[in-house]
């Protein structure tokens, strides 16, 4: 049986149009097309939101992360991947309006909590990111963990709708 894509996505919770509130920005200099182009391409990055990852660096397959990225871009949001380490225990490098962490390490760092993921899951926790604005903290497997576990990739799946969902309740509460 054939699926269409914008159907699966449906059934999904996942909605395959971005909607933009904001009209397109008016042109009425005299700039060359390129320059146009490029100027109404800056505006609208600058309204795509950014999620924030930090992983348990384990020396666990990069391609899996990238796959991931992926993943998250479709939900229609730039990323920005981090490390767990020292430097990132300062909140001002994390430029996000969400945080999705990797790892018992990280996940217990932000979470405030001295738990296993397994515990951490599906609880929404709050830290604040470079711009001193609260955001949502969701807490999934570390990479080394979901390399060759496919139930733990189905949770991570599922960790990521569940920030998908408490993204867009942040998002709807703000308006």
Same mark, same amino acid.
């Given at each position: ?60 397959? &990069?391609?899996? !992360? $990238? ?14 991947? %981090?490390? +767990? ?54 807490? &999934?497997?570390? !990479? $080394? ?14 960790? %990521?709708? +569940? ?13």
């Amino acid at each position: 049986m054939i699926i269409n894509k914008a159907v699966f996505l449906k059934e999904m919770g996942i909605s395959s149009w971005l909607v933009n509130d904001k009209a397109p920005p008016k042109i009425t200099n005299q700039k060359n097309d390129t320059e146009m182009e490029q100027t109404m391409t800056e505006q609208f990055i600058s309204d795509i939101p950014v999620w924030s990852i930090v992983y348990d660096d384990d020396g666990s397959s &990069t391609n899996l !992360l $990238k796959h991931i990225e992926s993943v998250i871009r479709n939900f229609g949001v730039k990323i920005q991947v %981090l490390p +767990f380490n020292n430097s990132i225990k300062n909140t001002k490098l994390i430029q996000g309006q969400l945080l999705i962490c990797m790892g018992d390490n990280s996940g217990g760092y932000f979470s405030g909590e001295v738990n296993p993921v397994e515990n951490l899951r599906e609880i929404i926790f709050e830290t604040s990111n470079c711009n001193e604005q609260e955001i949502p903290v969701i807490v &999934t497997h570390s !990479l $080394k963990q979901l390399f060759n576990a496919t139930p733990k990739k189905m949770q991570l799946w599922n960790d %990521l709708i +569940f920030a998908r969902n408490i993204y867009l309740d942040t998002m709807s509460d703000g308006i």
